[in-house]
């Protein structure tokens, strides 16, 4: 069995910072990519940005410049630091792991529950 679980959200005034995290626990051989979605209300699931197990990283045009994924392998911890938010950022932000058997030739996929973060002018 496998958990993520988030942390870090909030409310914060445009031009402020939060930092995300999520943890992944269970059972867990390897977490390949890893990626921070978001919903805001009446509009679709949108990716924001992924990190490879390698650190490769891939960014919505939207954050590009103010929001830095990065993970922490030791901790099984993804994070994600937002910079400059907006009040277009406000949004349910969702974890999301693709979690890798012992050779990483099975890769299932994982959704935390999800944070709250509410950016107000």
């Known amino acids: 069995q496998v958990h993520l679980v988030e942390f870090g959200g909030g409310l914060v005034q445009t031009g402020g910072s939060l930092r995300l995290s999520c943890v992944v626990s269970?059972?867990?051989?390897?977490?390949?990519?890893v990626a921070w979605y978001r919903q805001a209300p009446g509009r679709q699931r949108e990716l924001v940005a992924d990190?490879?197990?390698?650190?490769?990283?891939n960014y919505a045009d939207s954050v590009k410049g103010r929001f830095t994924i990065s993970r922490d392998n030791a901790k099984n911890t993804v994070y994600l630091q937002m910079d400059s938010l907006e009040t277009e950022d406000t949004a349910v932000y969702y974890c999301?792991?693709?979690?890798?058997?012992?050779?990483?030739?099975?890769?299932?996929?994982?959704w935390g529950q999800g944070t709250q973060v509410t950016v107000s002018s």
């Open positions: 269970g059972t867990i051989f390897g977490i390949n990519t």
């Open positions: 999301h792991a693709e979690i890798a058997n012992w050779d990483y030739s099975t890769l299932r996929t994982y």
């Open positions: 990190v490879t197990r390698n650190g490769g990283t």
